[in-house]
Each structure stands twice: as C-alpha cells, then as structure tokens.
C-alpha cells in the first residue's frame, strides 16, 4: 500500500525531467512527489513551510531531493531555478484554503505574488501546471463550466482567480506553457486528519461516526491518485492551444453528507445513525457544489476512475498501513518533527576555519534530516573572513552572512544573527571549531523532548593543564558568587528554543554576558557534556587580560557579592578598629605602661585602610561603568552589510526593512 508503484508511472516515466513540485509538503503536493519519486529520482520536493513537512519526513525523503525555496523571493527561485533547470513544474503551493489560514496579506502574497516569482523564472522550454481551486467559482458552484462566471466568495478565492488570470496572461505574452487545474474536493493518502474525510474514516476503522454537519450539503470527491494523474496528463499532452487555460478536476458527480455518511456505513458496516447539526455549519458550505469535467476529459482524455466508495476503502486501508493513530497523528500535531535549526557562528580571524566549519555543520543537518539556516557573523575581522562567506553565500541560500562595522565582541555577534534568525532554535557557536558541529544533535534530542535551552557543559579542554585549572576555577567562583544559579563550565555553544531567544533580544541591557542571560531567563533547561578541543586553526584571540576581563564581566553582570563583601569586611574592620581603641587605652594605664607609640603600626594601618579603601571603591567603580554604559543605550552592534543568499543589503534603510521583516 505504501510502497506500491501508480498505475500512471509510463506517465511519469515520460515527463520532462528535472521535475519541480512546489509545495510538496502539502497534501497533494506530497502525493504528486511520492508518486513520481517512486519512478523517477529527478524530482524535487519544493517547500517553504516547516510546519507542514512533516508529510516529507514521514515519506523519508533523502534531504537531496528536498530543495528549500520562499517563492516569495524573486531572488530565491531564481537560484533554485539555476542550479537544478527544471523542466516540468508543479505548483501547489497556496495559502488561505483553510479556516486556520486567515493572514489575508499572506493569501495573496503566497498564491498570487509566489505564482508571479515563479512564472517569471520559467522559459518557453517549460511546462508549468497550476494547482487552482474551484472555489474561484465561488457563489457560482453549481456543475460551472469553465467559459462560465467566475463569482469568488473569499480573499482565498479572489487570489485564486488572480493566480488563473496570470497563468493566461503568460501564456499569451510570454509564450509559456501554463495549465490552472481547478481541483474540487480531493481526498485520500496524507490529507491533513483534522479534514473531514480522514476524520470520516479513522471513525469508520472503529465503527463510528464523527461530528456531521447537515446533510444537504454537497461535494464532488475527487480522489487524490486521480488528481495525481490529471497533474500528469496535463503535463503531457500541454500544447500552444491550450496553453493558458483553465480546467476542472472532477467527476461530475454531486454528493451530499448524507450521501458521503451512508456509502461510508454501507462500506464499512456501521450500525450507528449519524448525528446531523452536530458540527456548525462553515460560511462556505454551499449545497450545490460540483463539478463539470467535460473539458478537460475531451482535451486531455482523463476522467476519474475511482468511485467513492473504493476510494474511501482504498484510504482506510492507507491508514492502517501508515500506523495513523500513532504514527501519523503525533507528526501532524507535532510542528517540531521536521523543524528550521539556525546556526548563528560568531567569526573573527577564522577564514580559515569557516569552510571546515559549513561543511561539518550541513553535514550534520543533513544526517539529522531538518531544516538549516547557518548565520556567519562576521565581527570586523582583519583577514579574508568576508569574502570567504560571500563565497559560501553565493553556492547556498540558506546561508546568511552579516558584517559589522567594527569588533563588537562575541556577544554582540550572537545577538545580531539572534535577531534575524528564522529557525525553530538557534545554536550558537565560535567560529574556530572549538565548539563541535558533531555535538548539535545531542542538542537536537534534548530539545525534542521539551527542554528550550540546552548547553554544552565542558567535562575536558584541550589545553595546558594549567590554563584548564583557571577555567575550572573560575566557573566554581562565579557559580558560588552569583546571585541566579548559573551551570558550572557552560559556555556559550547551546541551542536555543525560539521563545527563549525573543527574550534574551527583547531583553534592553547594552551590555550582555549571553551565558548568565540564558539562566537569567530561566526556561526548562539542561546540559549535554563535551569535550572541547583545541583550536583548528590560528592563535586564540584570548589572553590572560581578555582572560580576566571576562570573568570580571561576569562577576560584575550577576553578582553583588564584591559590594557584600566590602559591607562585611566594612562592619568587622569596625569593630576591630574599636575593640583595638578599647586595648590601647587597657594597656597604657593598667597592663602596660610602657608601651611605645609605634611607627610601624600606625604606618600598617593606614597602608592597609587605605588599599581596602581603594578596593571598594574601585567595585563601586566597576557597578557605576555598568550604569554608565546602560544609560548611553548605545546599539549592541551596527551591521553594515547583511548578505542573504545572493542578495546583498548594504544601505541602512535595506538592512533595517529586512531586520524588520524577519524578526518574528
């Protein structure tokens, strides 16, 4: 059942080929991709939405033939576009079909202005077949030809109809071949569960009916091979003349609920009645909706040959071999299954590394089978770095590069890629492969099972023993001293949920240590132990002073202790002062008469007054600069250069609308 090859398959044996399936991580995206991939591996299962790839995980598609496209960037498919020369296009890629989807700028951005980035990118040598919708005949529903009204009754149907009008205007002006397919209602394999039919049918396995709406109202149920195999058909048989036209997918056939619930009870023996009016009825339930499919049978010679009720048989037997309950199910309601990781690597003086650095990290991602984005913060570094990741930018565009105007120090390069990541958990890590790419999917474990932060706890450094010692020694005094419990031997290298990173950048202090942030924030959090190895290449950028000021930054960030201390040592030096007034008065007049005024002491006391004195205020010092540098809200970091792909954003304004646009 699930790995049974199409009866269509010389069909698709026969398509031009590279083949491109935009939206393929959609219902019927998912099922078009399959079913050629099963004959053919030159087709590419094009997706923008993580939320919905889980369909591509489930079918266990190799990440090669997964290509990672916003159709909403010109820029974005033109890559795609020139790197792979697709001959064949399917484009199933639409936002607003369903009630959830109510982002009406997005309706029209993703089904209107999507199908116009991809239609300019493609050449008169292509064949493009557009997914439409026969609710773009909207109040006009009843067996509507094609040449009919077109009465849309939604911003989804509107731009729908937008999206059948481009395809003819390209077909006429540009010459290329175009085809809108009108599809009415499609059920069966990878169908959403929360639809009607999968919900039909997983009540129907356990003799049960789910809640109906009334019974009068009508669909025409398509069953998803046969649209499958009109998508093929169209492809095939495209010519000059029919080019830029569009056709109804379906069978003619007007059924109703009632209709739908007693073929299902019949197929399936169910004994129980129905329950009409238990579900509301939607605005969109129209009691007369079905389809005419002449045209394109006469064009194209394809009908659908599945009744309804060996489709819905055909479905249940799909579900049982699919394990729905609880295997399907869970990856459905679980977005985390196929997620975006963002890499955010914070670079200075590591051109060399940087290469070594994408190619551990991609071949990580790709193991793991999710989503990346790499973010290369290029920190001012006086070498070669920005050349080498415009370089790596120019072959990926799920890389991004963003250059600063000076060196702003590691925290403030994680926080400039922390605000423009897109990913479902950022890691952050240095650019000198200290922090090992080979460590993110112990990260990646922890966090499918709840945790949002996970950090890498160091157990061993490679390096001197001596050096090894003052890092050890320094995270057990910070960790004794602060006043939030901060892990012991945590550096920066963790990966980060979504959530905690909006608040660690929402957060508006100038001066951040990023590792006493995380546990500032709080979260469910844990650690992965590691091993940190010596740096690949170069020298460390670290010394003693930077050494020192570090822990001096993170001393002062999370711990009043040296202010405590001070009182302490304030309020006992008091009483020793009074208890050695109260000796000296005991002594010269009853125990010691003789006792010289001495030199010495008085020259100790002032010296050793005086360092205390100049101790404390130099911790008054260090909290005051604090509140200095606060109270200037000087910018963490001034980006002047951000390099998305193969678009670069230089001005001020173009870095500042795109930080805009990205920062969710």
Not at 16 to 44: E, H, M, Q, T, W
Not at 48 to 77: G, M, Q, Y
Request: hydrophobic content about 40%.
């Amino acid at each position: 059942m699930l790995d049974h090859l199409p009866v269509y398959r010389d069909k698709i044996a026969a398509l031009k080929g590279p083949v491109f399936v935009f939206g393929a991580s959609g219902f019927i995206g998912a099922n078009l991709f399959n079913d050629i991939f099963k004959i053919r591996k030159d087709c590419y299962a094009v997706t923008h939405d993580a939320t919905k790839a889980w369909r591509l995980k489930l079918l266990n598609v190799p990440f090669e033939n997964i290509i990672h496209c916003d159709i909403l960037s010109d820029n974005s498919i033109k890559e795609v576009f020139e790197k792979y020369k697709p001959q064949t296009i399917f484009n199933l890629a639409a936002y607003g079909a369903y009630s959830k989807q109510n982002n009406v700028n997005l309706t029209y951005e993703t089904n209107v202005l999507g199908t116009v980035n991809i239609l300019q990118n493609c050449t008169k040598e292509m064949v493009y077949i557009h997914a439409g919708s026969s609710s773009e005949y909207g109040f006009n529903c009843t067996s509507p030809k094609e040449t009919d009204r077109v009465e849309p009754n939604s911003h989804y149907a509107v731009s729908k109809v937008s999206a059948a009008y481009l395809l003819e205007y390209y077909a006429k002006v540009a010459g290329l071949k175009t085809l809108n397919l009108r599809l009415y209602s499609i059920y069966g394999y990878w169908e959403e569960p929360d639809r009607l039919i999968p919900r039909l049918i997983e009540n129907a396995r356990k003799k049960g009916l789910p809640s109906l709406v009334s019974p009068d109202i009508s669909r025409d149920f398509v069953f998803v091979e046969d649209c499958v195999e009109a998508f093929l058909d169209a492809a095939l048989k495209i010519d000059d003349e029919k080019s830029g036209r569009s056709y109804n997918i379906a069978t003619g056939r007007k059924t109703t609920m009632g209709d739908l619930v007693e073929v299902t009870r019949k197929a399936f023996n169910i004994a129980k009645e129905p329950e009409w009016g238990s579900m509301s009825n939607r605005k969109w339930d129209l009691a007369e909706w079905f389809g005419d499919p002449t045209a394109f049978e006469n064009d194209f010679g394809w009908k659908a040959r599945t009744s309804l009720e060996d489709g819905l048989v055909r479905y249940s037997q799909w579900q049982d071999a699919v394990q729905y309950e609880t295997r399907l199910i869970p990856a459905f309601e679980n977005p985390k299954l196929n997620p975006i990781i963002t890499a955010i690597i914070a670079c200075y003086k590591d051109a060399q590394a940087i290469p070594f650095m994408y190619e551990r990290l991609v071949k990580t991602f790709n193991e793991l089978k999710v989503r990346y984005e790499i973010i290369f913060v290029n920190d001012s570094s006086p070498d070669n770095q920005e050349e080498v990741i415009n370089a790596i930018c120019d072959k990926d565009p799920n890389v991004v590069g963003i250059s600063h105007s000076r060196n702003f120090g590691s925290q403030s390069a994680f926080l400039s890629g922390m605000e423009i990541a897109t990913g479902d958990c950022v890691v952050l890590m240095d650019g000198d492969l200290q922090d090992p790419p080979e460590i993110i999917p112990a990260f990646y474990e922890k966090w499918m099972d709840g945790y949002d932060v996970v950090y890498g706890v160091r157990v061993q450094r490679e390096m001197k023993p001596h050096i090894h010692f003052f890092y050890k020694s320094f995270y057990k005094v910070f960790q004794g001293l602060s006043y939030i419990p901060i892990p012991r031997d945590a550096g920066d290298f963790s990966m980060i949920d979504r959530k905690v990173v909006k608040e660690l950048v929402d957060l508006p202090e100038t001066e951040q240590f990023l590792r006493g942030l995380r546990a500032w924030v709080g979260f469910k959090q844990t650690g992965v132990p590691y091993v940190r190895p010596e740096r690949m290449f170069g020298v460390s950028t670290n010394n003693w002073t930077k050494n020192i000021w570090w822990a001096k930054k993170a001393i002062f960030s999370f711990s009043f202790a040296p202010l405590e201390l001070m009182s302490y040592a304030g309020f006992a030096l008091t009483g020793l002062s009074i208890l050695g007034i109260v000796w000296q008065i005991l002594a010269k007049f009853f125990f010691y008469p003789d006792t010289p005024r001495g030199l010495s002491t008085v020259i100790i006391l002032v010296v050793f007054f005086g360092g205390l004195t100049i101790l404390g205020i130099s911790f008054l010092g260090e909290y005051i600069t604090k509140i200095f540098e606060e109270t200037k809200k000087r910018p963490k970091y001034i980006r002047t250069r951000i390099r998305r792909g193969p678009k670069a954003y230089k001005t001020a304004d173009e870095i500042r609308a795109l930080v805009k646009q990205l920062r969710k």
